[in-house]
């Protein structure tokens, strides 16, 4: 079956450290790969996806590629915010009915 | 703009109650999906919907029923509520099977 396996947190910076969150993945055939982001008391809120090998998603300074040989999607950003603290899914859909299967998810904490 | 919106935000049970979540979007959206978050598992699904009068299991499925009536309602039920059932519930929608899911706020759930 399919699975994503992300780095277990909680991960704390401090402000203007680069980032790096770790996804793996497995899955039949060829999934498209995301990133959501939870920030506290919200739901979840696409922040970047990745439809085939080789693609890299972008948005507000975070950016992750899809990378097939070794079957991951780390997420990385250059100078984190304060207001990036959140919970951060890697997730990835596969099969015909495309649902989502999300990884455990990684709490990130930004001091200022 | 609404989006999708749940209710209620909050809810405490005993043991073998019954209950209905709702969950209700305001985008046209075809596909609905129930998933319940737990600490460290992320989330994972419990029922999905392709369009109006149709679901279908998800990954978690036991104890929960659905419907979906209409098209911008999609309900879940707990016919006898146990402590294992205590979770943060979400609703989400997509245009299609492959775009993003837009979700609700959640509704926290804890069963005594």
């Known amino acids: 079956g399919n699975s994503v396996t992300q780095m277990e947190g909680p991960v704390t910076l401090s402000e203007e450290a680069f980032l790096t969150i770790n996804c793996t993945y497995t899955a039949t055939g060829y999934p498209s790969l995301f990133w959501y982001v939870q920030y506290p008391g919200e739901g979840l809120q696409l922040l970047l996806k990745?439809?085939?090998?080789?693609d890299k998603g972008s948005n507000k300074g975070f950016e992750a590629t899809y990378r097939k040989e070794t079957t991951s999607f780390h997420l990385e950003k250059g100078s984190v915010q304060v207001s990036d603290s959140a919970v951060y899914f890697c997730a990835l859909s596969a099969g015909s009915a495309r649902q989502l299967t999300f990884g455990s998810g990684t709490q990130l904490t930004v001091l200022p | 703009n609404a989006g999708v919106t749940q209710t209620p935000k909050f809810r405490v049970l005993k043991t073998g109650q019954s209950m209905t979540l709702l969950c209700a979007q305001d985008?046209?959206?075809?596909?609905m999906y129930w998933y319940r978050q737990d600490p460290g598992m992320g989330l994972r699904l419990i029922h999905y919907s392709v369009g109006e009068g149709t679901t279908a299991k998800g990954e978690v499925p036991d104890g929960y029923n659905v419907s979906r009536l209409k098209k911008q309602n999609f309900l879940l039920g707990l016919e006898s509520a146990a402590p294992s059932q205590t979770s943060v519930y979400f609703c989400?929608?997509?245009?299609?099977?492959?775009?993003?899911?837009?979700f609700g706020n959640g509704t926290r759930l804890t069963v005594t």
């Open positions: 985008m046209n959206h075809e596909y």
């Open positions: 990745a439809t085939k090998a080789d």
């Open positions: 989400a929608s997509s245009d299609t099977q492959f775009s993003p899911l837009h």
